[in-house]
């Protein structure tokens, strides 16, 4: 397992971007597959969006939030990063990156299947 470290979210506006960071500490980030969930009260963690690390192309993303949200790697810094745009009161959650170290299931969207995870960050988006 790798140990994930975020930083980034806060307070925004509707309408205003965030961007959210998650560095893997102590080690190269060798992890098959990063992703990107988020918890809000009351409510199951949900994926948001996933990729390959090694493929820019692969990402996939929750209905809602394509469009609007960006999942990236810089392999220098060993961080990968969520951009969001556009952000809605429905956004309001918990943040979380996560890492799976096996090709199983692909670019899964249970969180049962994710191995390593970040501590969470919230994210609040007023209206």
């Known amino acids: 397992q790798v140990q994930l470290v975020q930083s980034g979210g806060g307070l925004v506006q509707t309408g205003g971007s965030l961007r959210l960071s998650c560095t893997a500490s102590?080690?190269?980030?060798?992890?098959?597959?990063i992703a990107w969930f988020r918890q809000a009260p009351g409510k199951e963690r949900e994926f948001v969006a996933g990729?390959?690390?090694?493929?820019?192309?692969?990402?996939l993303y929750e209905d809602s939030v394509k469009g609007r949200f960006t999942i990236s790697r810089d392999n220098a810094r060993n961080t990968a990063y969520l951009q969001m745009n556009s952000l809605k009161p429905e956004d309001t959650a918990a943040y979380y990156c996560a890492a799976k170290d096996t090709s199983y299931y692909g670019i899964s969207f249970y969180h049962g299947h994710y191995d390593s995870w970040g501590q969470g960050t919230q994210v609040t988006v007023s209206s």
């Open positions: 990729m390959w690390w090694s493929d820019d192309s692969s990402a």
């Open positions: 102590g080690r190269t980030f060798s992890s098959k597959i």
